[in-house]
């Protein structure tokens, strides 16, 4: 019986511990510019397809195909806020320069993150949210064919 107890209580300090870790909902305002300068952003986004966040000037537009959001989460687990929040962004950032390739276009203006429907428009910074074991971004921006 004393062991039926001890079992008991310890399963429900691990649930409660299980559940206190997965209700974090950290947000927190990151460099755009520290995230496109990792090596995997580099690597894997497309410099035809020009990204310009807030008010940034861009080239310009001949064309415009609409506004479109990219959500996209990723596994936080044994990573740092900061680095799962830029692996989210760089999975938003192909996301949003597929749309392009799709539309037609040749860059994504007015990017704006959206995280839980709070828009926030910047030109140096993006809004990540961090929990225990995940980490998601939200952004919007306008598709565009602009002047090369």
Request: aromatic letters at 10%; charged letters at 25%.
């Amino acid at each position: 019986m004393k062991y039926a107890v001890r079992a008991v209580l310890l399963s429900s300090l691990f649930a409660m511990m299980a559940f206190n870790a997965q209700a974090r909902d950290t947000r927190k305002m990151y460099s755009i510019q520290e995230a496109l300068n990792t090596e995997d952003a580099k690597a894997k986004l497309d410099p035809d397809i020009g990204l310009y966040f807030g008010n940034q000037k861009h080239p310009k537009v001949l064309k415009r195909f609409g506004e479109f959001m990219s959500n996209k989460k990723t596994n936080a687990f044994n990573k740092t806020d900061k680095r799962a929040c830029e692996w989210a962004f760089l999975s938003a950032m192909l996301s949003l320069q597929n749309r392009a390739r799709l539309e037609g276009g040749n860059a994504v203006k007015n990017i704006r993150s959206y995280y839980k429907r709070h828009e926030v428009s910047s030109d140096t910074e993006y809004e990540c949210g961090t929990g225990a074991i995940i980490a998601g971004v939200t952004f919007k921006g306008d598709v565009v064919k602009v002047a090369k």
